[in-house]
């Protein structure tokens, strides 16, 4: 069985056919969903999807390209209120940092990260990372917060083998979504080709990022699949053991036991 271990299914994509979506997800061999809240918006959407559906589960925390919007204080015991009470949130995130988008300012997602990256140490929860354009300053400041201490998921890794690196030495599985399918995706793949298997993970990010065959349109957790065969591929190892190896990897990471 598959787990997507990134997914935003509370997204206004899916309001059309949430229902047939899922149930095609678990028809593809998915068992288990992680659904990510990172913001005032999609966190209590994220936890309405966790509590209706037994094999989905929540990550939560603050995007930076919404930490301009945080009110630090307040969302913060927020976020750490939730970690501690909610049976269902595994995980703190998506947080990280964006360079691409100009919607925070770098000195807010700087604060924002820091201060979410404590309270994960604080209360023992592993972190699901978001880099764009950012990996020397994502690299720099989970180094400065002791982040090792936790650990977490580096989510749809797109960096050289280089950084990838120093996030195995700092406690993170690197995980890879649609991208990896693509014919010209030569430095994922040859990224993933070296990632030791016991830190692999594999992602969605539904409804974005879709996998070949279907790029271009809306993505689903179901594609998942597509992006275990293409690491399996990768691997030289079949689907079934690539299946049962990553899910593994994110049971023992989230801490999820059913």
């Not at 995706?185 to 298997?197: D, H, I, N, Q, T």
């Not at 030289?236 to 994110?250: D, H, V, Y």
Request: hydrophobic share 40%; aromatic share 8%.
């Amino acid at each position: 069985m598959l787990i997507d271990t990134h997914a935003h299914l509370d997204s206004g994509k899916f309001d059309n056919d949430r229902e047939q979506m899922i149930q095609r997800a678990l028809e593809a061999g998915v068992d288990t969903i992680v659904n990510i809240g990172f913001n005032r918006e999609t966190i209590p959407s994220t936890l309405e999807l966790a509590e209706k559906y037994p094999f989905i589960y929540a990550a939560v925390g603050w995007h930076p390209t919404d930490a301009a919007d945080m009110r630090l204080e307040e969302d913060l015991l927020w976020i750490e209120r939730l970690c501690t009470t909610h049976p269902k949130v595994v995980a703190i995130g998506e947080i990280g940092l964006d360079y691409y988008w100009d919607t925070s300012p770098k000195e807010v997602q700087h604060t924002v990260f820091r201060e979410q990256i404590r309270l994960a140490r604080r209360i023992g929860k592993p972190i699901v990372i978001h880099n764009r354009d950012a990996h020397e300053d994502v690299l720099k400041l989970l180094k400065e917060e002791q982040a090792a201490e936790v650990g977490g998921i580096m989510h749809c890794f797109s960096g050289s083998w280089e950084t990838a690196k120093q996030c195995l030495d700092m406690n993170f599985h690197i995980s890879f979504g649609g991208p990896v399918t693509f014919k010209n995706a030569r430095v994922p793949k040859e990224v993933l080709e070296r990632v030791p298997m016991d830190r692999l993970l594999i992602e969605t990010d539904a409804p974005y990022l879709t996998p070949h065959p279907h790029r271009g349109k809306r993505n689903e957790s179901a594609y998942v699949r597509l992006v275990a065969e293409a690491a399996a591929e990768i691997k030289g190892i079949s689907l079934e053991e690539l299946a049962e190896i990553t899910s593994g990897n994110a049971r023992r990471c989230f801490g999820i036991t059913r």
